[in-house]
């Protein structure tokens, strides 16, 4: 959890290095529609990590205090989530190409 909250935090600091002394400029970036797109994705995938992020915690403490492990089912329902968060994250740099490219809607 450390490493992709650090990890959550290098891409957020970088995006705004970008936005502040990248070509574009700060206030053409913010008006385009393509660059709001890319933060709703972010947004999502950030939000949709917050149901596995607590299902680890979850399944941790119930191995650490008892060593059950969670049922297949339980871990297939997680995996799925991950896995559309991460089709998700997926789709961000193709939007973050279009920005750079000049792509405005």
Do not use: C, D
Not at 1 to 27: C, D, E, F, P, T
């Amino acid at each position: 959890n450390r490493i992709y909250l650090v990890g959550l935090l290098l891409v957020i600091l970088s995006g705004l290095a970008r936005m502040a002394w990248g070509g574009k400029g700060m206030a053409w970036i913010g008006s385009n529609g393509v660059f709001h797109v890319k933060m709703v994705l972010f947004s999502i995938m950030v939000f949709m990590a917050i149901g596995p992020t607590r299902t680890f915690k979850q399944w941790h403490q119930q191995a650490s205090s008892s060593q059950i492990l969670p049922s297949a089912e339980a871990i297939n329902r997680t995996r799925k989530h991950i896995m559309r968060a991460a089709h998700i994250m997926l789709l961000i740099p193709v939007f973050g190409v279009l920005l750079v490219q000049g792509w405005r809607w």
